[in-house]
T-cell receptor, first 109, second 114 residues
Framework: GEDVEQSLFLSVREGDSSVINCTYTDSSSTYLYWYKQEPGAGLQLLTY?????DMKQDQRLTVLLNKKDKHLSLRIADTQTGDSAIYFCAESNFNKFYFGSGTKLNVKP | NAGVTQTPKFRVLKTGQSMTLLCAQD?????MYWYRQDPGMGLRLIHY???????AKGEVPDGYNVSRLKKQNFLLGLESAAPSQTSVYFC?????????????FGEGSRLTVL
C-alpha cells in the first residue's frame, strides 16, 4: 500500500499555534484529509483539501498542500486544551484510502 | 442522531473462541468498512462493502469474515481468535465510495484476545 507518514507526538502550550505535518507517496491522490480522534472515540473529519488546491482555511484551521513535495500540513491557531487529540492525515484516490499513524497533540495549559 | 453504532464496545476472548462485531448505520449509506487500529500503525482496512449483499477484501483480511445482509448492518466475524487480533476495531460508512468522500466512524470496539 501507499505510505502516509506523520510524527507521533507534538506538544504545545495553550494559545500557541500547532503545526502537524504529513508526507505521502501517492502522486495521484485526489483528496487529502485531516481527521481528529478524541480519547475513546472514533475519528471525525476535521477538514479536507482537493489535490489541485494549495491552501484551505476554515476558522482556526489552515491546511497547506505542497503537491510537488507531497507534503500536507495542518495549522491550528490559538490552540486550546480541547484540541488535545490524535490527528490523522489520510489520502485517497478513487478506490484507495490510506491513513497515517496519527500525531498525538498534547496542549499544556 | 445515532450515525454509526458498534456493539459490543469491549470484549475479551480466549484464543480459539469466535465472536461477531456488529456495525449499524442509520444514514442510508451504501458503503461500509471495517478497520483495525494498532499503536503506531494507523488504521488498516480489513474488509469493506459497496452495497447490500456485497463484500470485498481490504489490506488485512486474513482471519476475518464479513457479511452485509442488510444495507444498514455490516458484521465482522472472527472464527478462531488469535492474540494478534487484539486491537481496536472501527466501523465506518460513507455515501460515496472509498476515497471520494467523508467517512463516518463508530466509536470503536476494543477486543483483547488472551
Amino acid at each position: 500500500g501507499e505510505d502516509v507518514e506523520q510524527s507521533l507526538f507534538l506538544s504545545v502550550r495553550e494559545g500557541d499555534s500547532s503545526v502537524i505535518n504529513c508526507t505521502y507517496t501517492d502522486s495521484s491522490s485526489t483528496y487529502l484529509y485531516w481527521y481528529k480522534q478524541e480519547p475513546g472515540a472514533g475519528l471525525q473529519l476535521l477538514t479536507y483539501i482537493f489535490s489541485n488546491m494549495d491552501m484551505k482555511q476554515d476558522q482556526r484551521l489552515t491546511v497547506l498542500l505542497n503537491k510537488k513535495d507531497k507534503h500536507l500540513s495542518l495549522r491550528i491557531a490559538d490552540t486550546q486544551t480541547g484540541d488535545s487529540a490524535i490527528y490523522f492525515c489520510a489520502e485517497s484516490n478513487f478506490n484507495k484510502f490510506y491513513f497515517g499513524s496519527g500525531t498525538k497533540l498534547n496542549v499544556k495549559p | 442522531n445515532a450515525g454509526v453504532t458498534q456493539t459490543p464496545k469491549f470484549r475479551v476472548l480466549k484464543t480459539g473462541q469466535s465472536m461477531t462485531l456488529l456495525c449499524a448505520q442509520d444514514m442510508n449509506h451504501e458503503y461500509m468498512y471495517w478497520y483495525r487500529q494498532d499503536p503506531g500503525m494507523g488504521l488498516r482496512l480489513i474488509h469493506y462493502s459497496v452495497g447490500e449483499g456485497t463484500t470485498a477484501k481490504g489490506e488485512v483480511p486474513d482471519g476475518y469474515n464479513v457479511s452485509r445482509l442488510k444495507k444498514q448492518n455490516f458484521l465482522l466475524g472472527l472464527e478462531s481468535a488469535a492474540p494478534s487480533q487484539t486491537s481496536v476495531y472501527f466501523c465506518a460508512s460513507s455515501y460515496r465510495g472509498l476515497g471520494t468522500g467523508e467517512l463516518f466512524f463508530g466509536e470503536g470496539s476494543r477486543l483483547t484476545v488472551l
